[in-house]
């Protein structure tokens, strides 16, 4: 991890990212998409992954700005 990088977001709280991540879209569409697609995709293998999974709940709680 290249915390120098301009780009490295580890000190935001799980709100921060959920909010970001809420609004956020890229060329390939909403960034909550791709969450929930990759958690969708993590439980197709029999793969859980609790913080993800939070994450898209806290993400689906907020209202886009």
Known sequence: TNTAHKQYAGGLTDSETARIIANACGENGPCRDYLA???AALA???????????LLAL????KPA
């Open 59 to 62: 993400v689906d709680e907020e």
């Open 37 to 39: 697609s990759t958690v």
């Open 44 to 54: 197709r293998h029999d793969i859980g992954d609790d913080t993800l999974s939070a």
